[in-house]
């Protein structure tokens, strides 16, 4: 009886430690607050807009760096750069196409065991290379994250705020709010599925959509590196304005670089 229960166990335990790497490699891969540089394409293709037969588009070149605690700032800290290049309806003629707003954070982690948690500055430059693609403003505000990780997988939110301050005045105030609901569960050999939909609040014009996403991924090991790639549609399940997204098609590569 002995023998039956070590043979059982040594054929179990390589196969539970396969499913906690690739847990471990999933979750590194999706957590935002992942403290490993990495870099993001992701793409925002949103074919069904209410009120219009417009479509949009946003391809996210996106950059993530970690720096260690310091004299001057004893936490780590997770710079975040954003490069939205954006497809939008042209009010002349068409669709324009070029660089948005780009956007970046600097996330403090004030928490790194159990539930990690950090919050920091962000600001949004109006870089954008037409009317329609941007605000026009300079915009500065907080975000916050919360995350919880387990073999599991991963739940938290990102909460992002910001207001503008400055830019051109012929164009409107910017005063918005984000909730970015994370849910990742694991699955064997580094699949996962997925919801991460961003409930998007306009505070100066009284709008706001809220997506519900379900989707699937898979990450994976490369050399030192982690390679993630992952489909989520996304669906709005309640709105309040004119012109916003009804169905979104979420797809990204994600890229983990190893020390």
Known sequence: MSRKVLLLATTLLPAAGALADNAETANKSNNPLSLAPGLNLQDYYTPSLYDTNAHTNDALLRGALPMAANDVIPVPQLLRVTLPISTRPD?????????G????FDIFLLKTEGVQLGIGPQLTAPTAEQDELGTGKWQAGLAAVAIDASPRGLLGALVQYQSSFAGDHDREHVETATLQPFFMHN?????????TGIWTFDLKNDTHYIPIGFGGGKAWKSGSNILNAFLEPQWTVARKGD???QFTLFAGINVTFGK
């Open 101 to 104: 707003d780009l956007n970046l």
């Open 91 to 99: 009010p002349r003629n068409g669709y324009s196409t070029g660089m």
């Open 187 to 195: 699955l064997p050999k580094g699949w996962y599925l997925r919801s």
């Open 243 to 245: 012109g916003l997204p």
